[in-house]
Protein backbone atom coordinates (compact mmCIF):
# COMPACT_ATOMS: atom_id res chain seq x y z
CA UNK A 1 0.00 0.00 0.00
CA UNK A 2 1.30 3.38 -0.48
CA UNK A 3 0.39 7.07 0.29
CA UNK A 4 -1.61 9.09 -2.28
CA UNK A 5 -1.11 12.28 -3.13
CA UNK A 6 -4.15 13.62 -1.32
CA UNK A 7 -2.77 12.20 1.60
CA UNK A 8 0.82 13.47 1.49
CA UNK A 9 -1.26 16.80 0.71
CA UNK A 10 -2.92 16.63 4.17
CA UNK A 11 0.26 16.26 5.62
CA UNK A 12 1.94 18.74 4.35
CA UNK A 13 -1.00 21.26 5.45
CA UNK A 14 -0.39 19.96 9.30
CA UNK A 15 -3.38 17.20 9.43
CA UNK A 16 -2.11 14.68 12.23
CA UNK A 17 -5.24 12.14 10.88
CA UNK A 18 -3.29 12.31 7.87
CA UNK A 19 0.12 11.27 9.64
CA UNK A 20 -1.24 8.84 11.66
CA UNK A 21 -2.50 7.02 7.86
CA UNK A 22 1.23 7.81 6.71
CA UNK A 23 2.76 5.95 9.97
CA UNK A 24 0.32 3.11 9.78
CA UNK A 25 1.62 2.45 5.87
CA UNK A 26 5.47 3.15 6.36
CA UNK A 27 6.03 1.84 10.26
CA UNK A 28 6.44 -1.96 9.15
CA UNK A 29 7.99 -1.33 5.94
CA UNK A 30 10.71 0.95 7.17
CA UNK A 31 10.91 -0.85 10.63
CA UNK A 32 11.80 -4.34 8.49
CA UNK A 33 14.06 -2.26 6.08
CA UNK A 34 16.06 -0.64 8.80
CA UNK A 35 16.32 -3.87 11.22
CA UNK A 36 17.65 -5.47 8.12
CA UNK A 37 20.75 -2.95 8.15
CA UNK A 38 21.19 -2.65 11.64
CA UNK A 39 20.29 -6.45 12.96
CA UNK A 40 19.28 -4.84 16.23
CA UNK A 41 15.42 -4.18 16.77
CA UNK A 42 15.83 -1.61 19.75
CA UNK A 43 18.17 0.54 17.14
CA UNK A 44 15.82 0.19 14.43
CA UNK A 45 12.54 0.97 16.36
CA UNK A 46 14.60 4.55 17.40
CA UNK A 47 16.03 5.27 13.85
CA UNK A 48 12.11 4.59 12.52
CA UNK A 49 11.06 6.79 15.15
CA UNK A 50 13.52 9.48 14.38
CA UNK A 51 12.44 9.35 11.02
CA UNK A 52 8.60 10.08 11.57
CA UNK A 53 9.84 13.01 14.39
CA UNK A 54 12.00 14.44 11.36
CA UNK A 55 8.77 14.14 9.16
CA UNK A 56 6.62 15.72 10.97
CA UNK A 57 8.87 18.28 12.09
CA UNK A 58 9.16 19.02 8.14
CA UNK A 59 5.99 17.95 6.90
CA UNK A 60 5.59 21.66 5.13
CA UNK A 61 8.90 20.63 3.41
CA UNK A 62 7.52 17.71 1.76
CA UNK A 63 7.37 18.08 -2.16
CA UNK A 64 4.02 16.28 -3.15
CA UNK A 65 5.49 15.98 -6.75
CA UNK A 66 7.58 13.52 -6.01
CA UNK A 67 7.06 9.48 -5.37
CA UNK A 68 6.75 9.61 -1.34
CA UNK A 69 8.09 5.89 -0.95
CA UNK A 70 11.60 7.32 -2.65
CA UNK A 71 10.93 10.13 -0.60
CA UNK A 72 10.48 8.46 2.86
CA UNK A 73 12.93 5.25 2.19
CA UNK A 74 15.36 7.44 0.90
CA UNK A 75 15.30 9.92 4.39
CA UNK A 76 15.30 6.42 6.16
CA UNK A 77 18.64 5.18 4.16
CA UNK A 78 20.15 8.42 5.27
CA UNK A 79 19.02 8.35 8.95
CA UNK A 80 21.10 4.66 8.99
CA UNK A 81 24.02 6.27 7.50
CA UNK A 82 24.39 9.00 9.70
CA UNK A 83 24.27 6.47 12.65
CA UNK A 84 26.38 4.06 11.24
CA UNK A 85 28.78 7.24 10.66
CA UNK A 86 28.01 8.18 14.13
CA UNK A 87 28.66 4.43 15.48
CA UNK A 88 31.89 4.66 13.49
CA UNK A 89 32.76 7.98 15.17
CA UNK A 90 31.83 6.63 18.61
CA UNK A 91 34.29 3.42 18.11
CA UNK A 92 37.24 5.59 17.25
CA UNK A 93 36.82 7.55 20.04
CA UNK A 94 36.50 4.88 22.22
CA UNK A 95 39.85 2.75 20.86
CA UNK A 96 41.54 6.23 21.41
CA UNK A 97 40.62 6.54 24.71
CA UNK A 98 41.17 3.37 25.73
CA UNK A 99 44.84 3.91 24.21
CA UNK A 100 45.45 6.85 26.34
CA UNK A 101 44.10 4.67 29.09
CA UNK A 102 46.29 2.13 28.35
CA UNK A 103 49.36 4.29 28.04
CA UNK A 104 48.27 6.27 30.85
CA UNK A 105 48.11 3.11 33.42
CA UNK A 106 51.30 2.00 31.79
CA UNK A 107 52.93 5.19 32.44
CA UNK A 108 51.66 5.15 36.32
CA UNK A 109 53.04 1.54 36.45
CA UNK A 110 56.18 2.48 35.64
CA UNK A 111 56.09 5.59 37.81
CA UNK A 112 54.83 2.85 40.76
CA UNK A 113 57.62 0.39 39.69
CA UNK A 114 60.63 2.88 39.35
CA UNK A 115 59.69 4.40 42.65
CA UNK A 116 59.51 1.22 44.16
CA UNK A 117 63.29 0.33 43.20
CA UNK A 118 64.30 4.00 43.90
CA UNK A 119 63.29 3.27 47.46
CA UNK A 120 64.39 -0.49 47.60
CA UNK A 121 67.91 1.38 46.36
CA UNK A 122 67.87 3.78 48.89
CA UNK A 123 67.40 1.08 51.49
CA UNK A 124 70.41 -0.90 50.10
CA UNK A 125 72.76 2.26 50.17
CA UNK A 126 71.49 3.04 53.53
CA UNK A 127 73.02 -0.35 54.27
CA UNK A 128 76.30 -0.06 53.74
CA UNK A 129 79.37 1.02 55.69
CA UNK A 130 79.49 4.38 56.44
CA UNK A 131 82.88 5.80 54.13
CA UNK A 132 81.47 3.30 51.07
CA UNK A 133 78.05 4.98 51.70
CA UNK A 134 79.52 8.73 51.88
CA UNK A 135 81.27 7.82 48.81
CA UNK A 136 78.47 6.64 46.92
CA UNK A 137 76.25 9.52 47.49
CA UNK A 138 79.04 11.58 46.85
CA UNK A 139 79.43 10.37 42.99
CA UNK A 140 75.95 9.54 42.49
CA UNK A 141 74.01 11.64 44.11
CA UNK A 142 76.34 15.03 44.45
CA UNK A 143 78.33 14.36 40.94
CA UNK A 144 81.57 14.69 42.68
CA UNK A 145 84.59 13.16 40.91
CA UNK A 146 86.74 10.66 42.14
CA UNK A 147 89.29 13.07 42.97
CA UNK A 148 87.11 15.55 44.42
CA UNK A 149 85.62 12.77 46.62
CA UNK A 150 89.04 11.67 47.49
CA UNK A 151 90.20 15.29 48.59
CA UNK A 152 86.77 15.86 50.32
CA UNK A 153 87.49 12.61 52.42
CA UNK A 154 90.79 12.81 52.95
CA UNK A 155 91.22 9.60 51.10
CA UNK A 156 93.49 8.26 48.44
CA UNK A 157 91.78 8.63 44.92
CA UNK A 158 92.49 4.48 44.56
CA UNK A 159 90.67 3.91 48.12
CA UNK A 160 87.81 6.27 46.61
CA UNK A 161 87.47 3.91 43.45
CA UNK A 162 87.49 0.82 45.45
CA UNK A 163 84.55 2.22 47.52
CA UNK A 164 82.60 3.69 44.39
CA UNK A 165 83.11 0.05 42.63
CA UNK A 166 82.39 -2.30 46.09
CA UNK A 167 79.11 0.09 46.68
CA UNK A 168 77.88 -0.29 42.83
CA UNK A 169 78.78 -3.90 43.46
CA UNK A 170 76.61 -4.39 46.03
CA UNK A 171 73.55 -2.47 44.89
CA UNK A 172 73.71 -4.26 41.59
CA UNK A 173 73.72 -7.83 43.07
CA UNK A 174 70.74 -6.59 45.66
CA UNK A 175 68.60 -4.73 42.56
CA UNK A 176 69.39 -8.52 40.28
CA UNK A 177 67.77 -10.63 43.32
CA UNK A 178 64.56 -8.54 42.43
Not at 14 to 37: Q, V
Not at 154 to 159: C, G
Amino acid sequence: MQADKKLIQRFKDGEAEAFDSIYRIYNKKLFHFTLGLVKNEGIAKDLVQEVFVNLWQKSSQVNTDLNFDNYIFTCTYNSIRKYFRNKTIERKVMDNLSLRTLKITESVDKTFIFNELLEIAEEIIEKLPPRRRTVYKLSRQEGLKIKEIAEKMNISSRTAENHLAKALKSLKEELSSI
